[in-house]
């Protein structure tokens, strides 16, 4: 099992990894050995996650989710093939555990009463600033 926060987790099971040739850094290297890796989570089948978490994974997924409920990462930051995976993994926690975590209800308040008095004086303040620049008729 995978810990994502301490109350969740999801089996190992329904991860897999495949190793294709990488684009990234490694010079001759990359051209002969498979080390990008490109991991793939069911998420259709993560009977351990929330609704709320699943809704919120889709979200956060985009692209990067299936039709068929796959969510694909992939990963060719480094030359070796453990890093790779390891990076891969990890970018998987975050984007469970952002969609673990719930956001915030906004309670919508009211101005308080002394800011709708300051936000009138300044209205009148600026209003008088702008009369001093009229221009007065001559009295001759």
């Known amino acids: 099992m995978l810990r994502i926060t301490p109350t969740l987790e999801i089996d190992e099971a329904l991860i897999s990894e495949s190793f294709v040739r990488a684009s990234g850094p490694g010079g001759q290297n990359v051209n002969k ?73 906004r309670k919508p308040t009211r101005p308080t009463y002394g800011s709708k008095q300051r936000r009138l004086e300044g209205k009148a303040r600026r209003s008088g600033l702008k009369a001093q620049r009229r221009t007065r008729p001559s009295l001759d």
């Open 33 to 105: 050995v498979a080390t990008a890796v490109e991991l793939r989570f069911d998420v259709g089948r993560a009977t351990t996650l929330p609704q709320a978490v699943l809704a919120r994974l889709a979200r956060l997924a985009g692209r990067r989710l299936s039709a068929d409920g796959i969510l694909v990462i992939s990963s060719d930051r480094f030359r070796s093939q453990a890093r790779n995976r390891e990076d891969a993994r990890e970018k998987l926690l975050e984007l469970l555990r952002a969609a673990a975590h719930s956001p915030r209800v």
